[in-house]
């Protein structure tokens, strides 16, 4: 079975600050990442992927996120907040390449402060 | 295109009406999908299909029949509602699963509250 976990329910930065958003995996085959952004009242978008290609990679507006094995993570991080910023922030397994089937984690909310 | 779009938006049921949520999208996409969202919980899949005529269980099936008779749609019933289906209805479309990476694009979401 695979699964993951987000580090707090709430996060709150400064405008301008460094955004760390904080995923732990659990699978049993190698797995498929995925950051999704909810903004309100609206569906999910894809921010990033990690595909068993490159470990650091770079998604939409500005976000990035590093596939470490190791520590079985997969921290998602902007190194300056803006207001837009301000979601809900979903990290995504799939054990699928296509992504299909995904398991989400609980999620943060993201909150940036002027 | 309108990519995956939902009907209603918002809808409220009392215990044990029935419903069916819409999902349509315009993509020719062979994979779809129904996930709920709970708070704290995250989204929950609860049935998927791969082409017309097949569908399959997700994590959490119970209380929820769906069917696929065209590429395009894929509606959720709900025969017997029950206030532990109040939440929030996505819809998901992406091309069939195949040895790549294929976009899954998620529907505005359906708010269903069962009293």
């Known amino acids: 079975a695979q699964s993951v976990t987000q580090l707090g329910s709430h996060v709150s930065v400064s405008e301008g600050a460094l955004v760390l958003l904080r995923c732990n995996y659990s699978s049993s085959v190698p797995p498929y990442l995925f950051w999704y952004v909810q903004y309100p009242n609206q569906g999910l978008q894809l921010l990033l992927k990690y595909t068993s290609a490159a470990t650091l990679v770079k998604g939409i507006n500005g976000f990035e996120a590093e596939f470490k094995k190791s520590e079985t993570s997969f921290h998602l991080t902007k190194p300056s907040a803006h207001m837009s910023d301000a979601a809900e922030y979903f990290c995504?397994?799939?054990?699928?390449?296509?992504?299909?089937?995904?398991?989400f984690g609980e999620g943060t909310q993201l909150t940036v402060n002027p | 295109n309108a990519g995956v779009t939902q009907t209603p938006k918002f809808q409220v049921l009392k215990t044990g009406q029935s419903m069916t949520l819409q999902c349509a999208q315009d993509?020719?996409?062979?994979?779809m999908s129904w996930y709920r969202q709970d708070p704290g919980m995250g989204l929950r899949l609860i049935h998927y299909?791969?082409?017309?005529?097949?569908?399959d269980q997700g994590e959490v099936p119970n209380g929820y029949n769906v069917s696929r008779s065209t590429t395009e749609d894929f509606p959720l019933r709900l025969l017997s509602a029950a206030p532990s289906q109040t939440s929030v209805y996505f819809c998901a479309s992406s091309a069939l699963p195949s040895g790549s990476y294929n976009e899954q694009f998620f529907g505005p979401g359906t708010r269903l509250t069962v009293l």
């Open positions: 995504a397994v799939s054990k699928e390449t296509s992504g299909s089937r995904l398991t």
């Open positions: 993509m020719n996409h062979e994979y």
């Open positions: 299909s791969v082409g017309a005529g097949i569908t």
